[in-house]
């Protein structure tokens, strides 16, 4: 049985570049880093190489290693999951249908009132649509929270 392919999230990239930003400010490499922390190197490297998720144990040893909290390594992530660019990167490293910074900048700011900028998802792959969800939850909240359940429900009972 053939497995479909993993897509990390933009929040997994982003995580994996705070880290190497850290690594750089303190001028180490990955060798040095999993001896510092503890975390074996090969799990590092698929940590960095988006082929693994860690856990907050390897989180907190590598924040530690690097001598600066967690905290600053997150906020850094976070910050990076926004950034046009990282997010452009990602969807062009696992073949993501593109969207101009115009309408991706309006569709961050969908309201209530507008779920139109969610864009048609009808040719894209299960994980394309999961990886666009994922990074585009405050579009998805607001539209479940219209509260459409009529029109909700005439449209499951449409379903084939």
């Not at 930003?21 to 303190?26: C, E, K, N």
């Not at 299960?126 to 219209?146: G, I, L, P, R, T």
Request: net charge negative; charged share 30%.
């Amino acid at each position: 049985m053939a497995s479909a392919k993993k897509i990390p999230t933009i929040e997994s990239k982003a995580l994996s570049i705070a880290i190497k930003r850290a690594m750089v400010t303190r001028d180490m490499k990955v060798p040095a880093l999993a001896k510092e922390s503890g975390v074996p190197y090969g799990t590092l490297r698929k940590l960095l190489e988006l082929n693994s998720v860690a856990d907050y144990e390897q989180l907190r040893r590598i924040a530690e290693a690097l001598r600066m909290p967690l905290s600053e390594i997150i906020e850094d992530a976070e910050n990076l999951a926004e950034d046009p660019d990282v997010i452009a990167d990602w969807r062009e490293e696992n073949c993501l249908p593109t969207v101009d910074a115009a309408t991706d900048e309006d569709a961050s700011r969908a309201s209530a009132a507008d779920d139109s900028m969610v864009p048609d998802m009808s040719g894209w792959s299960a994980d394309e649509q999961a990886a666009y969800v994922a990074s585009h939850m405050d579009q998805f909240d607001v539209a479940a929270k219209k509260g459409y359940i009529e029109r909700e429900q005439a449209e499951y009972e449409d379903l084939p």
